[in-house]
């Protein structure tokens, strides 16, 4: 893979790690209205909710265009790095906790992101 295809795989998973993290806010947020079906309707008015769903949907358009030059068995692989990424996330803006049991798996998933992108 050249550089620029590692790039924007990179990118994909950072796109949908920070909506993620969009969506989490946006539940926090949501679970402070009561978390009732009707005040899922107060999701409209969030913007992290609908910045979450523009992260989404450009993480799809930027899927598309590397599916144009990468095979699908090389880039799927990098979609694991949220697995990596979104508790690392989690735990700088939610407080959630992360042991050594996570950083020992997530150092696995790494290594077979790295290992299957140079297959």
Do not use: D
């Not at 295809?5 to 009561?34: D, E, H, N, P």
């Not at 990468?70 to 949220?82: E, N």
């Amino acid at each position: 893979m050249t550089g620029q295809q590692i790039a924007a795989l990179l990118g994909f998973s950072a796109l949908l790690a920070a909506g993620q993290a969009l969506f989490k806010a946006s539940a926090l947020k949501l679970g402070q209205t009561g978390g009732t079906v009707g005040g899922l309707f107060s999701l409209v008015a969030m913007p992290g909710f609908w910045l979450a769903l523009a992260l989404y949907g450009a993480g799809t358009l930027l899927w598309i265009y590397i599916l144009q030059t990468v095979p699908l068995s090389r880039a799927y692989p990098f979609a694991a790095l949220g697995f990596v990424i979104v508790p690392i996330i989690a735990a700088l803006l939610f407080a959630e906790r992360l042991n050594l049991t996570y950083a020992l798996g997530a150092a696995l998933i790494v290594a077979g992101v790295i290992v299957t992108a140079r297959a």
